[in-house]
């Protein structure tokens, strides 16, 4: 700094901070010795903004009488902002884990009098942080509670709770709801544009899949995870995921790698981020060297921890990593008390926390210890109980990784059952309707002859308005047919004889452009042609000619097609073949335009009385009746018409975003 520039800044900078001094002081002798009870919340209210980054003790202790004091003048929304504010610096600093839930605890206690959802919503968050390190089941049951209070506008806040209660279930091994949790925080995140938490997110998936002994994925996850990282200048990351993956080298067994990225991982470390991470690293590192026989760098990474480890009361995490590292390095130089002191308070340490590797882990260092000092009885029953724990986690991880792949699909079978259940009821429900107003009509019938004559005329002329409607929709659909032909005819006779004709004197004159234009012409007008009147039916029948249709579709549209084919020759006359091939054209018509679909099926099925016809798709499905009653909509309109003129039913199963089935039943004579 030049020196002019100390002379005059210094004594400005020495100025502030005694005056920021005086005005702390003040606030203090108000809030000391008033009697005013408003005063004195407005005095602590404004030490506690002075003191919020630069005096944690003085800012706690004037936070615990702030909420006190809210509560006694019934401004709980003032107490559950404090407390809430309170609570990192309580767990961060001071560690307080179990005082800051008590104190959550004691504004919840009065949550209906709290107006503000989203304050409701954070204080349990909140509780559901400091709970994370004491009691994993409480934590999910807080998040929970979180998000049942945030509403839309607190996204971020939802996506927090997700991720966090995520992190909960897979701890717990509970791997479809932290799957589905990690999922919906990583959507929340990306339409925030928080990339920072969308790589946490990514981060909960990957410890799911290396739980669950999926390692080659985890492997590829966290390799894709750690380039992101680097890519979006957040490095202070890396240290964590260099963490997980030594882990992961430790479970398989590859002790090379395991050190490597125990390295790795304390060159990258930064303390602003977790300061304890230093411990859950170095802890590591101890018990490989340990392990390996290495005392020397044992004793060394011991040395670092200890002083570290003193500042540390409540994170149970860091007393695990810890107590397994002493326990460990005492095994390795033979001192087997302190050993089997240290190695039960990681088995408590990991059974507070739920941990199941870390209590597995546990259970087989004491069985070993115990083998070491001769006691064979007490080595015995912690190998069995290890044993135990090992088959269930193995038995789980096999279970839970069918559950991951399968429950998709039971969900949408489930919701397909309660979608037909939901039409079989609407549809009982409209038939009692119906038997009602029968027997309504029915029980007047004698006093309303005269009405049941006039309704009876008015069906019968509805019937036959609807009879020659359907007879002419009949006729039209076969004039429709025949203009077809017509016009696919004289195209290909007429338009496309012309054609071949200018072809070949173009061909004779050597201008190979104008070739090619005539070449592609032929082909749209053939196309055209093929479109109007399906020739193919004359010339191979329609069960070739569906197949055709099929192969045509499969191999010029991005649509996958499987099929069944039976064969129907000769079982309708050419007008019916015609409506056949067209209702199956006109279905996958609809499906390529509409249906944003991947994949179809269809099936032809021939049977003794009927021949049944079904076309399935993948796509993003539609409300029937909504389509049905749209007047723009023809597609379904025109179907239903061609199945009456085959005298066959119809039936239509679809719900958005789960597909279509389209099934036609046309009786054989």
């Given at each position: ?71 006694k003048l019934d401004s709980f929304d003032l107490a559950a902002k404090k407390a ?26 009065h949550k209906y009098k709290i107006n503000d959802s989203t304050l409701l919503g ?161 802890s590591k590192l101890a018990e490989y060297y340990s392990i390996h026989g290495d ?375």
């Amino acid at each position: 700094m030049p020196k002019k520039f100390s002379i005059v800044v210094m004594p400005l900078l020495l100025v502030s901070i005694f005056s920021n001094a005086q005005d702390l002081q003040h606030y203090k002798n108000i809030a000391d010795t008033t009697s005013d009870d408003l005063l004195k919340l407005e005095s602590i209210d404004s030490i506690l903004s002075k003191t919020f980054r630069f005096d944690p003790e003085t800012f706690i202790n004037y936070s615990f009488e702030y909420i006190d004091l809210a509560k006694k003048l019934d401004s709980f929304d003032l107490a559950a902002k404090k407390a809430i504010s309170l609570q990192r610096p309580l767990t961060r600093v001071n560690n307080g884990l179990g005082k800051a839930i008590t104190i959550l605890n004691g504004v919840l206690a009065h949550k209906y009098k709290i107006n503000d959802s989203t304050l409701l919503g954070k204080l349990y968050l909140k509780k559901g942080d400091a709970n994370f390190r004491l009691d994993l089941k409480a934590a999910i049951q807080d998040y929970t509670l979180a998000l049942n209070h945030f509403s839309v506008k607190d996204s971020v806040f939802s996506a927090d709770a997700y991720l966090f209660r995520g992190q909960a279930n897979s701890n717990l091994g509970m791997v479809v709801g932290a799957s589905e949790d990690f999922k919906k925080a990583y959507a929340f995140y990306e339409s925030l544009k928080n990339y920072r938490y969308m790589c946490l997110a990514q981060q909960g998936k990957i410890t799911m899949f290396c739980k669950n002994g999926f390692y080659e994925k985890a492997k590829k996850e966290r390799d894709d995870l750690i380039s992101k990282l680097i890519e979006l200048n957040l490095d202070e990351y890396l240290s964590t995921e260099y963490y997980n993956q030594a882990l992961d080298y430790k479970r398989i067994g590859n002790d090379k790698l395991e050190l490597e990225f125990l390295q790795k991982a304390d060159e990258n470390h930064n303390d602003s981020l977790n300061p304890n991470m230093f411990i859950y690293i170095h802890s590591k590192l101890a018990e490989y060297y340990s392990i390996h026989g290495d005392i020397k760098n044992a004793e060394e990474e011991i040395q670092l921890i200890e002083p570290r480890y003193q500042e540390v009361t409540e994170d149970r995490y860091a007393e695990l990593n810890y107590s397994g590292a002493k326990a460990t390095y005492s095994k390795a130089i033979g001192d087997y008390e302190k050993s089997l002191n240290y190695a039960k308070n990681k088995l408590a340490a990991a059974k507070d926390l739920g941990y199941e590797e870390e209590i597995l882990d546990a259970h087989f260092m004491i069985s070993e210890i115990y083998k070491e000092m001769g006691n064979y009885k007490k080595s015995l029953e912690n190998k069995d109980i290890y044993s135990s724990i090992r088959d269930s986690i193995y038995n789980r991880a096999n279970a839970n990784s069918l559950a991951y792949h399968q429950t998709k699909f039971e969900i949408q079978e489930k919701e397909k059952e309660l979608v037909e259940k939901n039409s079989n009821i609407q549809l009982l429900e409209r038939n009692s309707q119906t038997f009602k107003n029968l027997m309504f009509f029915v029980s007047l019938a004698f006093m309303l002859i005269f009405g049941i004559v006039l309704l009876y005329r008015n069906r019968q002329n509805l019937k036959s308005k609807k009879n020659l409607q359907e007879e002419f929709s009949q006729k039209l659909l076969v004039s429709q047919e025949q203009e077809r032909m017509r016009i696919s005819k004289d195209l290909h006779d007429g338009v496309g004889q012309q054609l071949l004709l200018l072809k070949n004197k173009l061909i004779a004159s050597g201008d190979e452009n104008a070739k090619k234009m005539v070449d592609t012409t032929i082909d749209e007008v053939r196309n055209i042609s093929r479109d109007l009147h399906p020739f193919a039916l004359q010339e191979l029948g329609i069960t070739k000619a569906i197949e055709h249709t099929l192969t045509q579709i499969d191999e010029n549209t991005t649509l996958f097609i499987s099929s069944e084919i039976d064969n129907i020759d000769n079982i309708f006359s050419p007008e019916e073949e015609v409506n056949i091939y067209r209702i199956v054209q006109e279905s996958l018509s609809n499906i390529i335009k509409h249906a944003k679909a991947e994949a179809s099926k269809v099936l032809v099925k021939k049977f003794t009385n009927n021949i049944t016809i079904s076309i399935k798709d993948n796509g993003v499905g539609f409300d029937f009746t909504e389509k049905y009653k749209d007047k723009k909509s023809l597609g379904l309109k025109t179907l239903l018409e061609r199945t009456k003129f085959l005298n066959g039913q119809m039936k239509v199963v679809s719900r958005r975003e789960n597909g279509t089935t389209l099934e036609f039943k046309f009786p054989v004579q």
